[in-house]
Nanobody
Framework: QVQLVESGGGLVQAGESLRLSCAVS????????VGWFRQAPGKDRELVAH????????YYADSVKGRFTITRDNARNTVYLQMNSLKPEDTAVYYC????????????WGQGTQVAVSS
């Protein structure tokens, strides 16, 4: 079992920054990738960024490339999403998920954290 707990969401104005945290615990040895997703009202959940558990590789959706940065703190087993130059369209509930080595999909999810960006 893997547990993920997100934090760091909030209400900000356009152009400001937020840093989301995803604390990962439990059986982390089987994790291959940790990703940040978001879901806006009435829309499907979309992948924003992911990082391999080793930290060697990252991916970003085009919509956030150049503004968001995903990193991992090995000592704290925490994955961060630094979000700069936020836009109103970034408003969503942000979730982190863990994909296992033995799985093709994301198996474990956090409870989500709300990000709201006002114009």
């Amino acid at each position: 079992q893997v547990q993920l707990v997100e934090s760091g969401g909030g209400l900000v104005q356009a152009g400001e920054s937020l840093r989301l945290s995803c604390a990962v615990s439990g059986n982390t040895f089987g994790i291959n990738v940790v990703g940040w997703f978001r879901q806006a009202p009435g829309k499907d959940r979309e992948l924003v960024a992911h990082i391999t558990w080793s930290g060697s590789s990252t991916y970003y959706a085009d919509s956030v490339k150049g503004r968001f940065t995903i990193t991992r703190d090995n000592a704290r087993n925490t994955v961060y999403l630094q979000m700069n130059s936020l836009k109103p369209e970034d408003t969503a509930v942000y979730y982190c998920g863990a994909r296992l080595v033995i799985s093709s999909g994301y198996t474990y999810w956090g409870q989500g954290t709300q990000v709201a960006v006002s114009s």
